[in-house]
């Protein structure tokens, strides 16, 4: 029996819905291969606009991971230029203006698509065609259009606004603004020179620049005779020098780049990413993966520089808002970031990861010496939660008479003034990246971090009277302030401490640090709990009265990220407990409610979770979800994609689980990347798995929890049909893997060899997405 799509949800989807019940069930493992239109799949998740995108809160982003863009058809159509070295406003660039576009913008007949397997927007209407993308490897922009009148000149504006400052220059059919400044002016200033440059020109006829304005520089030309043109648009890193000169250079570079090296680096990237193609009856299972396509794409568009492109959770490279930044522009917050970093773990994009981790290595020597300066002299790095891009921990926020401290001693009672156990979850971050990767050198690399966190941890904890070692003053991260020993800091330390000596021990080093930390293990406190409806719950604190500040399930941290307490073992039914007691539910667009939820095997609150969380903050057509003010947000869709993967697969503790809270009414065809360079391919129908095939990145020992309980399961080597390992009542296979090697995961009685061969299909996105009152796209 098939299941029976209403034609209108079809419709309202743009999606071609599969077949859904377990009868339906086929394979795509075929011939030592998850075989899958990967193009066809992704652009499922093209976000389809019906009209034209005329305001700049419906901007589409692109970007090469170094420059940015938001791109809206106002005045015909305008592209804004962002990037995250224009320190410390992350200041634009400039804005610029195809006034010649509008009849496009205008026409009865307009088509728009952000194509993500292509990684370009695509514009249409009346006879006219515009593709707008940037390249990947030089940062300059392209607007291609075809179809315009030969004889009726163009005109493209650059322009910034006031206060900026930039000089204005046109030569030779380039026209460049230009702005330098320094980092001199806010607390914890580098003293650095900043500055920005944008240029544009035109592969056209007859091409003029000008001078308009202190302001604004402008090109105009006509068409070729077939009605076609291309306006380059450079932005580079800039900290002055010769303006003219590198915008020529840098252009006539772009010019010479063929027209489909985006294509290439687009498909490249997406064949590599951990591919997910979901489906249900009502729709909302395709709309998650259309989100996820989102985040992984809007990744890869903005983190590819020295820093990543988000700094708190915000889409700051595709910003449409001029220079309107809310959250202390000049830095990062942790709290933000790590829904991205587990993202690009889990989809194998392990290199999107690199600016995250450069962040703290890079400013490690600034963050012991603000710690000796802030912490009472004390050793090793307390690195702060809220922490500028040269590693001082100062928030300097326009609402605050005096920026906000973090990791000091010396500040009064703060948000952040002493949360502890931010480079403790750095740690844990570092740890797990070599866990997937395996890269030896990554981790001696990134090591320092881990001890120097270890060790401003034990400098801090203070053995009490009970012989354990006590936290105070300490934050429970924003939720409460200088209180005795937060759940946070108990999750660290039971944590990191043990990865930390593994890490140490991995690389031959720190014996004494390592010898401090096994004594410290045992003397960490129980987690505190408090009395809640039926029973006792992890609460923030062992302070349970102190006042609580922000919106936050403390509680819940060691389920997520810290992993000490998932979906079985004797913690298991405590966190269930506070799961279901929490105090913030579905709260805030970074609500980690799903993700908890899956990491403690609750498939119902996993999709609840994510529906409504999706239904409340994701308001923009982009996917971006709207938080406070008019910035788009990434931070929401970075924690679908976490949630999505890890309610398919998980394996924090070595032992790989399949479909652990997978929703019993959403099908699933995916790759989630686990540890060892290794990744699970694995297909669900109706709730149950069909096929699972573990493919080996490295030789190792594997641990399968049974996917079917009760019933006797085996692993056969792919090819050879060798027979590997099989467990009757145990609830774990177990078997030694060989790199390169595939393992069928499968009922005996069952076999998913056995399943009829169909590799995994899409096509393009028909029309926007639709979920409730919330659309991807615009209808």
Known sequence: MKCIVPAALALATGLVMPACHAADATTAWHDQRFNADVGGVVSRSDIVLKHANLRADEAMPLGNGRLGLAVWSEDGLTLQLNRADTLPGRLSPGQVVLTGLKPLAEAPDYAGRLALHDGELRESGAGMRATVYVQPDTDVAVVEVHGADPDARQSV???????RKPRTIAQRGVAVLAETWKDDSEAGASGQTFGSLAAITAQARDVHARVQGPETVELSFKPGADGSFRVLVAAPEWKGGDALQRAQALLADAGRIPDAAHHDWWNAFCQ???????????????????????????????SRGPLPGSQAGIADLFA???????????????WNLRMQVAANLGAGLYELNAPYFNLYRSNLANIEAWTRAQMDGRPGACVPETMRFNGRGYENVDWLKQPGVNCSAKSPPYYNARTLTTGAEVSLWIWRQYLATQDRAFLAANYPVMAAAARFLLAYA????????????????ETQWDVHDPTTDIAAMKAVFPIIIEAAQALHTDAALVAELQQALPKIPAFPLQKSGDGSVIGPSYDAGAEIQNTENIGLEPVWPYGLIGDSGPLHALGVRTFMQRPNKFENDWSYDPLQAAHLGLADEVKTALLTLTGKYQQYPSGFAKFTGNEFYVEQIGVVAVALQDALVQEHDGLIRIAPAWPKDWDANATVYIQQRSKVDLQIRDGVPGTVVVEAGTDGHMQVRNPWPGKTIEAVESGSGRHVAEAGKQ???SFDAQAGKAYLIQRVDQPGANLPYAAINGSAASGPKTLGTRHIGLP
Do not use: C
């Open 731 to 733: 609830n774990v296979l």
């Open 320 to 334: 449409s808002t001029r220079d309107q930044h809310r959250w202390a522009p000049s830095a990062y917050w942790h």
């Open 157 to 163: 504006l650059l322009h910034l606004w006031q206060p």
């Open 462 to 477: 203070k053995p009490g009277t009970d012989g354990l070692l006590h936290t105070f003053p300490s934050n429970a991260h």
């Open 272 to 302: 590599r990413a951990g591919l997910m193609k979901l489906g249900s009856t009502d729709g909302s299972a395709e709309y998650m993966e259309n989100l996820r396509a989102i985040d992984l794409y809007a990744t890869a568009a903005e």
